[in-house]
């Protein structure tokens, strides 16, 4: 059976308040959180990094949705996961820092295979210059065995979510024909990943600049909704919210922050 390809991304980046946090976090976000959203309608699979920067403490993570459109972003069911969030989702909501969401439709993809090894990349500039360059970058390098697989998306508006994007980084411009793009680089080795995100950003110019340097990440997990072990469904045969990991959440500390 061949799998849904996807037509748009989530690309979200975040960390969090403080280093003692860490194991809660990352036992949440990947048993609770994020197979919650990857059950909702018209999510494919996500995908969950950590930062390599090792001096940053508390870590820096990158998140990666894969959807069929944004407009699985704008459903009913999506909606009400922020409105109604667990106990255990209300309480890290709370601790999440530097938070940044950037929903893209997929602009292109390119390679057979995947890495454990992540670059992201957030740039500004002119939307018909940038497709045509990057599309060819992206291809070259892929087929020359210098990244494992890339990717690119152009933002665009959904409906508002009650948590505030940083404020540090430049928002979407008006200027006529100027858009907001994310690119993810995979590659097999950390140095050559970087060498690549620094040539590629040389390449991009002028159609478009970077807005914060790259990030990179190493993979932590991943889950499909396709693989998710007990789906509910409703009678419309559409995928319902997954169920809260309450016990997992009773072995952290639930009153004190950490």
């Known amino acids: 059976m061949s799998r849904r390809q996807p037509g748009a991304f989530l690309a979200l980046w975040n960390s969090i308040s403080q280093p003692a946090l860490q194991p ?28 390599l920067e090792g001096s940053q403490t508390p870590p820096g993570y990158f998140t990666c949705y894969w959807l069929d459109t944004v407009d699985a972003l704008n459903s009913p069911q ?3 996961v922020f ?10 909501r ?10 893209c439709t997929l602009g292109g993809t390119y390679g057979q295979s995947t890495a454990s090894r992540l670059a992201t990349l957030h740039l500004r500039g002119d939307s018909q210059a940038f497709a045509a360059v990057v599309s060819c970058e ?4 892929v087929e020359a065995g210098l990244l494992v697989c890339a990717q690119w998306g152009s933002a665009v508006q959904t409906q508002a979510i009650p948590i505030d994007n940083r404020a540090d980084v430049p928002g979407r411009g008006e200027s006529e024909g100027e858009g907001e793009f994310v690119v993810m680089l995979q590659g097999l080795g950390s140095e050559q990943l ?12 002028p159609a ?13 997990s991943q889950v499909r909704q396709d693989e998710l072990a007990h789906p509910a469904m409703s009678s419309h045969g559409l995928p319902q919210r997954q169920a809260p990991r309450a016990d997992l959440f009773q072995q952290f500390k639930t009153g004190d922050k950490p």
């Open 94 to 103: 709370t601790e999440l820092r530097d938070f940044f969401r950037l929903p």
């Open 194 to 205: 970087r060498e690549q995100a620094r040539q590629l950003l040389h390449a991009l110019q």
């Open 78 to 80: 999506y909606a009400e």
């Open 208 to 220: 478009a600049t970077a807005t914060s340097p790259p990030a990179f990440f190493e993979l932590l």
């Open 24 to 51: 809660e976090y990352e036992t949440w976000h990947t048993f609770e959180h994020v197979p919650e959203r990857v059950g909702l309608p018209g999510f494919i699979e996500a995908r969950r990094y950590r930062s």
């Open 138 to 141: 992206l291809a070259q390098r």
């Open 83 to 92: 409105a109604s969030p667990t106990p255990w989702s209300a309480r890290m």
